[in-house]
């Protein structure tokens, strides 16, 4: 089991703990991921035990505690930054002959840089087209990649299940073939712009990847709480890195002294910010995770990031 293939499973395993889907949907998810069913059963139970133990101790997670279903924004509080710019759906040349990539694309009036922006497990939604509205409101031109194009593009699943499972198939090789022709869309869409990149959850790993990836036109990357690619060597990026933690998010900062470490090595000019009492994801508005004033802090953090390294 790969890296990333490790995170998505135990990412549905931590969303059954936590209550946000039934232990019925989560064998379903965990089968399409490729698990057979008594290791499928065994590890949910074990996720279980642990959540329980935290309960005990009083370190339940919000999310656990609230009941809220997924896909509720609490309180009806709403995302931070400004009102998103529409994006536009475009497609444009992949990697190899006879490849084409999709995204959600959105100029900015006086264009500062061009952000790529890396969806969550869940694919290319509302949620992420809106995130790249923001940043062009912001005055950065944005592309949301869609990482299932040579699929058909997320749309054409239907079922964010097997859109979660059709992600865990793809070799790493061909993501960061894909990120990086995305980030050439960039260069042709907004010439003479610095490049930048961010990602949430799976795209934070993406984009901690795309940072691994001997990619020197990427200027600046933000990753929130992804997976650190295993054996992760920056020395081929010049990115200005500025890494996103949630202090709730265990699974996750178990990488981060190790994302912290090759970033050292690399040389490169990083940050690391964990953000005190938030959970994984609390940046989606669109999710029972959400933290309206983590994400407010969280996305004026990522603005001033690009505006130092960016404009």
């Known amino acids: 089991m790969t890296g990333f293939h490790r995170y998505l499973v135990e990412e549905i395993a931590t969303d059954h703990a936590d209550g946000l889907i039934s232990r019925r949907e989560a064998?379903?998810?965990?089968?399409?991921?490729?698990?057979?069913?008594?290791?499928?059963?065994?590890?949910?139970?074990?996720?279980?035990?642990?959540?329980?133990?935290?309960?005990?101790?009083?370190?339940?997670?919000?999310?656990?505690?609230?009941?809220?279903?997924?896909?509720?924004?609490?309180?009806g509080v709403p995302p931070p930054g400004p009102s998103p710019l529409p994006t536009e759906e475009i497609i444009f040349p992949g990697p190899e002959e006879g490849v084409t990539l999709q995204g959600a694309w959105v100029a900015a009036s006086n264009p500062r840089g061009a952000v790529l922006v890396i969806h969550e497990n869940r694919g290319l939604n509302d949620h992420i087209r809106s995130v790249a509205g923001r940043l062009a409101a912001d005055g950065y031109s944005a592309l949301a990649l869609d990482l299932l194009s040579r699929e058909g593009g997320t749309g054409s699943f239907g079922d964010t299940a097997k859109v979660t499972a059709a992600l865990g198939g793809i070799p790493q090789e061909r993501f960061a073939a894909d990120m990086k022709t995305a980030l050439g869309e960039l260069e042709r869409r907004v010439p003479g712009a610095k490049l930048g990149a961010v990602g949430f959850c799976f795209g934070g790993g993406m984009t901690w990847l795309l940072v691994a990836s001997d990619e020197p036109r990427l200027a600046a990357a933000v990753p929130f709480y992804g997976p650190l690619p295993d054996g992760a060597d920056f020395s081929g990026s010049e990115a200005a890195v500025l890494g996103v933690y949630a202090e709730r998010d265990d699974r996750v900062n178990a990488t981060r002294d190790e994302a912290r470490a090759a970033l050292e090595r690399a040389g490169l000019e990083y940050e690391i910010v964990t953000f005190p009492g938030a959970d994984h994801a609390f940046f989606n508005d669109t999710g029972p995770r959400y933290d309206a004033g983590a994400a407010a802090q969280a996305y004026r953090r990522v603005i001033d990031w690009f505006g130092r390294h960016l404009s």
Do not use: F, N
């Open 27 to 75: 064998l379903r998810r965990l089968s399409l991921l490729g698990m057979a069913l008594p290791a499928a059963g065994a590890l949910l139970s074990a996720c279980g035990a642990g959540r329980e133990s935290a309960a005990a101790s009083g370190t339940t997670s919000p999310a656990a505690a609230s009941g809220t279903p997924p896909g509720t924004v609490t309180g």
